[in-house]
């Protein structure tokens, strides 16, 4: 079938609104950074800060930026799913954070254990190498960094690509979790909990992995209310 009839340009305001998206995306203008101001912005593009206005509105009207009145507007998400659940006062509780994580992380650990492959447990393993030698090192960050890598190992061991997109999109505000509830030195419970999640994946029982990808959640839960 022919294509007919005129092929209509994206309105400028999108344009630059998809521009500012990309630079979001890419980590230029990192999750907590205050972007440049209209004035520049305008400059830089060669459009008018009204169109740098409208574009920067449209974004902050889907959560990815944060205007704050007299200071400037900062990013506040990488993706309108992320942006949604900061944006909104969902009164949401770190407990509420945690059953979503039990939920996503269990139904992935039960596809991982039929799914997984050599490569998908090394780097679950490798993951687990670095988060033990962060704890060692006194290194929070480092440690949360190799901890949020090894649960994004695990839902990618499912082999699911629309369980990894949907545990990707929310990826900011499960990180936020781990943050709240990571101490150094760790309650052993947690440590053990995720080399028990690593065995039971690579024993291949569905049922038993689920089960220990929950017990790993319990076991943060209880950290954090003793």
């Known amino acids: ?32 950074a205050k972007i440049p101001g209209e004035n520049q912005l305008a400059g830089e593009l060669g459009v008018s800060r009204g169109t740098v206005r409208e574009a920067l509105r449209s974004l902050s009207l889907t959560g990815l930026l944060e ?23 969902l009164s949401a509780t770190l407990e509420h954070v945690l059953d979503t994580r039990a939920g996503l992380e269990g139904a992935a650990a039960r596809l991982a254990a039929g799914n997984h492959t050599q490569r998908g447990l ?7 190498e670095a988060r033990s030698a962060a704890h060692e090192a006194g290194d929070l960050d480092g440690y949360v960094t190799a901890d949020m ?8 061991a499912s082999g699911n690509p629309l369980l990894l997109r949907l545990y990707d999109a929310v990826a900011e505000v499960l990180t936020a979790s781990i943050h709240d509830t990571a101490t150094i030195p760790e309650d052993p419970r947690i440590r ?19 089960q220990a990808s929950y017990a790993l959640i319990d076991s943060v839960k209880r950290s954090v209310s003793e």
């Open 192 to 210: 053990d909990a995720h080399y028990g999640l690593v065995a039971a994946i690579r024993e291949g029982d569905p049922e038993t992995a689920a």
């Open 67 to 89: 205007p704050r009145v007299g200071d400037g507007t900062y990013v506040r998400a990488t993706n309108e799913i992320s942006g949604v659940l900061v944006r909104d006062d």
């Open 149 to 156: 890598a090894f649960h994004r190992g695990v839902v990618e």
């Open 122 to 128: 090394a780097a679950m393993e490798a993951a687990l």
């Open 1 to 32: 079938m022919a294509l007919s009839g005129p092929v209509r340009q994206a309105p400028l305001v999108m344009q630059v609104s998809e521009q500012f998206r990309r630079l979001i995306e890419a980590g230029t203008w990192p999750v907590g």
